[in-house]
């Protein structure tokens, strides 16, 4: 009878860790601000730890990205421009506006891939600059 206790440990195949990044999309969209919640309703201290560990997810997220589909890494782009920092700024309109035009690239990137189309990734167009 063969041991199975003494496997090798392998590290996770690419294809693995780009499963990984939906979880992680998923936690960085959840911490963040909602409809019934935006970011001026966060306390303090509140804002700053979803802020981090939401920044943090996103970072990850965006190292497994490499195997993505364009319409993918699009997706995990635009979460990046929900939390550019680790730290939010008091006045988040800025990120809000950025996520928002970045998920309309998204969108735009998913509709051409469904409909045949090539598509360009030269970034999202929001008239807002990301500092």
């Not at 195997?67 to 997706?75: D, R, S």
């Not at 730290?87 to 735009?108: C, E, H, I, Q, T």
Request: glycine share 10%.
């Amino acid at each position: 009878m063969r041991s199975i206790t003494k496997r090798r440990w392998r590290a996770p195949s690419a294809q693995s860790r780009l499963i990984l990044t939906a979880p992680l999309l998923g936690i960085a969209y959840a911490l963040g601000p909602n409809y019934n919640k935006p970011w001026e309703a966060f306390e303090p201290g509140e804002a700053q730890s979803a802020a981090a560990r939401a920044h943090a997810a996103v970072a990850q997220a965006q190292r497994c990205a490499g195997l993505a589909t364009g319409p993918e890494q699009a997706l995990i782009a635009a979460v990046g421009y929900r939390y550019p920092d680790d730290r939010p700024s008091g006045d988040n309109a800025s990120w809000n506006r950025d996520y928002a035009g970045a998920m309309r690239a998204a969108y735009r990137e998913a509709l051409g891939r469904r409909h045949g189309q090539a598509s360009r990734r030269s970034g999202h167009q929001t008239g807002a600059t990301r500092t």
